[in-house]
């Protein structure tokens, strides 16, 4: 997808290796934030992934994310549809909803 602006980072480590796993998340904080600050955005094609959420909070505007929840509260009053994985949760988080190791896709 380089040729329309795309961009698909995978950064490959050893899940066992603790140092290994902070410096991936610490790299992948680093090219998020690099490509909101170069104008771009964090989404894709399937979503803004769990890798990805809280940067929602950077990307968008609070009045922005409230409409967001208020639009999914609409289609899905029980929260039943992967709760916590669309928006931020107050109080949540961001390390345990990742999962590195599996795969530390941006």
């Known amino acids: 997808h380089a040729g329309d602006g795309n961009i698909h980072p995978i950064?490959?480590?050893?899940?066992?290796?603790?140092?290994?796993?902070?410096?991936?998340?610490?790299?992948?904080?680093?090219?998020?934030?690099?490509?909101?600050?170069?104008?771009?955005?964090?989404?894709?094609?399937?979503?803004?992934?769990?890798?990805?959420?809280?940067?929602?909070?950077?990307?968008?505007?609070?009045?922005d994310l409230t409409m967001m929840k208020r639009l999914r509260e609409a289609f899905n009053p029980d929260n039943v549809l992967s709760p916590a994985k669309m928006l931020p949760m107050a109080g949540a988080c961001g390390m345990e909803r990742r999962h590195p190791g599996r795969r530390a896709a941006l």
């Open 11 to 63: 950064l490959l480590f050893d899940e066992r290796n603790r140092e290994q796993v902070k410096r991936v998340l610490e790299a992948s904080e680093e090219i998020l934030q690099a490509c909101l600050d170069c104008g771009g955005s964090v989404t894709g094609e399937h979503g803004i992934g769990v890798e990805k959420i809280d940067f929602m909070a950077k990307m968008f505007q609070p009045h």
